[in-house]
């Protein structure tokens, strides 16, 4: 069962790989597509969804830039983005305050394009163990009293 389609406003999912972009993107997004690789670090993770997107250098390797980045993205021409991770379980190998950090970060640029008239949304290709980590963490941070 894939918890965090009951949480789609948060910005964040996770889809078993095949079902991303065909269930879950709208037609009329610009879809950017990310791989994480080995070894797993925050600095690698964000490397591996600068490049992509496109990051102006230097960007910084840390969540605080990284974050910032997300909030501005101006040199890209968009109104709905989404932001593709492929192998995304590869973040469950982070220390565990590492992952809780990327998600929430990802959600509140979600909320912050939404706020802005954007749709800015990133899925993660991903299995049930970190489908229900994403859904714990988003749920646990927006809502209380979650089943």
Known sequence: MLYTHQLPEYGVLVAPDGKTET?????????????????????????CLARPLQFPEPYGRNWDAFHESL?????????CLVLLVEDADLLLELEALQVVIFLKLLSNSAAFWKWSGKSFTTILAGGDKLDHLVYRVLADWHVKDVP
Do not use: G, H, I, K
Request: charged fraction near 30%.
């Open 23 to 47: 269930d879950l993107t709208p037609a009329d997004a610009m879809v950017v597509r990310a791989r994480l690789t080995r070894p797993l670090s925050r600095e690698s993770v964000v490397d």
């Open 71 to 79: 909030r501005d993205l101006q040199w890209l021409s968009w109104q």
